[in-house]
């Protein structure tokens, strides 16, 4: 199947957003965010239902991540050689059937094994999604479906702890049944996905030695450290510290909280739509320049905030960063190689990911205890400058 030509009397823009195959992929790029930030809401219910501890529950995380950390890049070996419908569908029923299954467990080890499980299925989306848009598209095309990909992503992110917390009033197991969704996702994909498969006829190592030749130079490097350094800063500042500077130094509800650090994934939503646009103009290593001048600037204005409301002004900042960012670096790496180990490439680049969102937190837990809150924010800010430069010299 060759890369998809638009012939349509909508705006080029539109057409690509409402395409078909696209759509599906949002489908995919949803369940991918679905896994950790629906169930969050519930973990104080959960802790006292099943009279476990703050540490245990973080363990249902963990369960999840690590088949993703584990199995991400041999997931992507195996769609290059046999194909992404045989590995994407296969994931879906087991997100979403293991999920699922979730809301029926009631022994704390039984839910252990389940979300261990549901991270197997839930390993490869992450990876495949963004392989699925390098198939597909190419140019400005695909950076622009890349950024409505990081788009739909951020809304999914700002959504899902909203939803769950809802859900979760009826019952801490509810959340739990929202992957069900997966399953018919999993059907369209089967069915309705029209994608181009890859040629896996080369044998392995042929095949090892194509992706090693593609992964081992200093663009590549620059942009794994980059990926790398995003989630540090994502994980760790942000996602950890942020919310913990609201609560403990200003007081903040979980509600205003969650409204603050929900605007920075509207400020991302809103950005990555615009990449198509954007990439007109804006080469992709200038995009990623940028989003590292934003990253720092906001992180070196968190400290600096008196007035709780005044965080909206460096959390959208942050998103700005973020939405260039994110599908910037993708549809570098997307590009770098061809169908027949893109998915190999691609789920490296996910291990990468995955290697950061790990570090991250206990990374700044160590700043923190070092030299206090404000100098997490310093600390990344300060990487954001390092990244900056070696994006500069490499990409």
């Not at 039984?110 to 261990?116: A, C, D, E, G, S």
Request: hydrophobic share 55%; aromatic share 12%; proline share 6%.
């Amino acid at each position: 199947m060759k890369k998809e030509i638009y012939h349509s009397r909508k705006p080029a823009a539109t057409a690509l957003f409402s395409d078909p195959n696209l759509r599906i992929i949002y489908g995919i790029t949803l369940m991918a965010v679905l896994g950790v930030s629906s169930i969050t809401p519930v973990f104080p219910k959960i802790q006292r239902v099943l009279n476990i501890s703050p540490e245990a529950v973080g363990l249902l995380i963990t369960a999840f991540t690590l088949p993703g950390f584990l199995l991400t890049p041999v997931l992507g070996v195996l769609a290059d050689r046999y194909g992404r419908k045989k590995i994407l569908v296969p994931s879906l029923l087991l997100f979403g059937l293991a999920g699922a299954a979730c809301a029926f467990a009631r022994d704390f080890h039984v839910l252990l094994l389940l979300r261990f499980l549901q991270g197997i299925g839930g390993a490869s989306l992450g990876s495949l999604n963004v392989t699925l848009i390098g198939d597909m598209f190419s140019g400005e095309k695909q950076a622009a479906a890349m950024g409505y990909n990081a788009s739909v992503l951020s809304v999914g992110t700002a959504g899902y702890p909203f939803i769950g917390g809802l859900v979760g009033t009826m019952g801490w197991h509810y959340p739990f049944l929202l992957p069900i969704i997966s399953v018919p996702i999993g059907l369209f994909v089967l069915f309705r996905l029209k994608n181009p498969e890859p040629d896996g006829g080369q044998n392995l190592k042929e095949y090892l030695g194509n992706v090693w030749q593609t992964v081992k130079s200093w663009q590549v490097f620059g942009l794994f450290i980059a990926s790398i350094a995003t989630f540090v800063i994502l994980y760790g500042s942000f996602l950890t510290y942020f919310p913990l500077l609201l609560g403990n130094s200003f007081g903040a509800s979980p509600f205003i909280i969650g409204i603050l650090t929900s605007s920075m994934s509207i400020a991302t939503a809103f950005l990555s739509s615009q990449l198509g646009r954007l990439a007109k103009h804006f080469s992709k290593k200038a995009l990623i320049l940028i989003a590292f001048v934003f990253y720092g600037g906001a992180l070196l204005l968190f400290p600096q905030i008196h007035h709780l409301w005044l965080f909206l002004i460096p959390a959208v900042i942050f998103g700005i960063g973020h939405g260039l960012n994110i599908p910037s670096i993708q549809t570098l790496l997307a590009g770098l190689a061809p169908i027949q180990h893109r998915g190999a490439f691609m789920s490296l680049n996910g291990m990468v990911l995955r290697f950061g969102q790990t570090i991250g937190p206990p990374l700044l837990a160590l700043v923190l205890t070092l030299w206090g809150m404000n100098a997490t924010f310093y600390f990344t800010a300060a990487l954001s400058g390092l990244i900056f430069i070696l994006v500069f010299l490499s990409v």
